[in-house]
């Protein structure tokens, strides 16, 4: 099975959350997705995100979800810092 790669589908999914792609690229992105559960908790981490921005603030959001949005695109290890 080509996957793909995570740290493309997770640029991707910011395109996907903006509504940018074309149906295709959606389904691809989809089924990346269910074999693949760090870009799934990705993508719903993000989709949530997506929600508190248009919500809340469109043009900035605070730098702690910038940062977790960082880790999650680059498929970054958590940092072991939030105890
Ligand atoms: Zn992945």
């Known amino acids: 099975m080509d ?7 997770l640029h991707e999914l910011y395109h996907f959350l ?3 792609l074309t ?12 074999g693949c559960p760090p870009c799934f908790e990705a993508f719903d981490f993000e989709a949530e995100i ?7 603030c469109r043009d900035r959001m605070p730098d702690d979800l910038r940062a977790r ?3 999650a695109i ?6 072991a810092s939030s105890t």
């Open 69 to 71: 949005i960082a880790q």
């Open 18 to 20: 903006d509504g940018e």
């Open 23 to 34: 149906d295709e690229k959606r389904v691809l992105i989809t089924e990346h997705l269910e």
């Open 50 to 56: 997506k929600q508190y921005v248009a919500q809340k």
């Open 3 to 9: 996957h793909g790669d995570c740290s493309e589908t």
């Open 74 to 79: 680059g498929h970054a290890e958590p940092d």
